[in-house]
């Protein structure tokens, strides 16, 4: 067991019995939406998870220990902070840790803390993906390469167009990290339940998506999975009014100069604005959609395994 890994007796038990679990991350909670809505959806999503017959397990940095399972506390401090604590990929884990301090998990980041901890299965709302103008501006999020070597399986519902989808889906190609769309032939993109991309296979049963899973590392075929799932029908959002606030927030981001790891909050927080209390209600819906179908996926994999 890693030095510095903290992992909750709730989540060690139910590792040690074989019994599912499900790892949610943190930067969705303190960059990726406001308060008090951030703290009551991780509670939320904590509780969906339960009822779906899983343990929970949301993992960020306190004072330095790498937590895989929060108190409600945690969760609140994390959520009250906000921008305020650094949000972590791979690169920034060491210096948080070496100095003790808070840090919320991007995917990447709690991908590698997940699989430190034997998680396989990691619910979300959106990952992490190639930015427009990337040819340009080389603006890769590393949940990417995470992904391309770090064995957990992460549900989402896609990516949002404040990336280019389709060189998400030819540099996820080339490392080799398979998309499976769940009761979908379309690659979701987040507020909606389609794009103009298709995913690499459609899969309608949580249990196929766990053979797969199960046949992929059995081969030792190391690396993560997407699962794409799109949000429901009645929380999706009219298209040419997502499309538009994505057009500006991109458009203010590019005058401002916003580069690096402030990109991505900058543009979610400008279109949740923009898009009002609309976007945040669906993006809570879909979280909760991810994670029953994450707890569902746990189970039959556990069952497999
Ligand atoms: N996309 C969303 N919501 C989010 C994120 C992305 O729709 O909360 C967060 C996730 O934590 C993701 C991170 O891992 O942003 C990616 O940041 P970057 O592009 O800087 O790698
Ligand atoms: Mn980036």
């Known amino acids: 067991m890693n030095q510095f890994l903290d ?19 943190s930067t969705i909670i303190s960059h990726g939406m406001p308060w008090p ?30 937590k895989v399972g929060l108190s409600h506390a945690e969760i609140d401090e994390l959520a009250k902070a906000g921008l305020s604590v650094t949000k972590c990929s791979r690169r920034d884990l060491p210096y948080v840790i070496a100095n003790k301090q808070m840090g919320a998990t991007t995917v990447a980041a ?30 890769i999020s590393a949940d990417l390469q995470e992904l391309g070597k770090t064995s957990v399986a992460v549900v989402c519902a896609g ?30 993109a987040f507020y909606t339940r389609t ?19 199960t046949a992929k590392w059995l081969l030792n075929l190391d690396g993560g999975v997407v699962i794409a799932n799109p949000i429901p029908e009645e929380f999706a959002m009219d298209k040419a009014a997502i499309d538009s606030a994505i057009e500006q927030a991109l458009r203010e981001a590019n005058e401002q100069n916003v580069t690096g790891k402030e990109s991505t ?6 279109v949740a604005e923009l898009t009002g209390g609309n976007s945040l209600a669906s993006n809570i819906q879909l979280v909760l959609n991810n994670a029953r179908l994450g707890a569902a996926i746990a189970q039959h994999y556990c069952n497999l395994s």
């Open 265 to 270: 909050p900058f543009l979610l927080a400008r």
């Open 37 to 66: 809505e951030n703290a009551e959806t991780a509670k939320l999503v904590e509780q969906t998870v339960r009822e779906s017959g899983a343990t929970p397990a949301t993992i960020a940095i306190i004072n330095g220990r790498l």
């Open 159 to 188: 990516a949002k167009s404040i990336l280019d989808l389709g060189l998400t889906r030819e540099y996820l190609e080339t490392l080799g990290v398979p998309v499976l769309g769940f009761q979908t032939d379309a690659l979701p």
């Open 7 to 25: 992992i909750h007796p709730d989540v060690a038990e139910a590792l040690a019995q074989n019994k599912p679990v499900v790892a949610l991350e």
């Open 110 to 139: 709690t991908m590698i803390i997940a699989d430190m901890a034997g998680i396989r299965v990691f619910a979300t709302g959106g990952i992490g993906g190639v930015h427009r103008g990337a040819q340009e501006t080389f603006d």
């Open 195 to 213: 794009s103009d991309h298709t995913v690499d296979y459609r899969l309608d049963r949580a249990e196929q998506i766990a053979e797969f899973l």
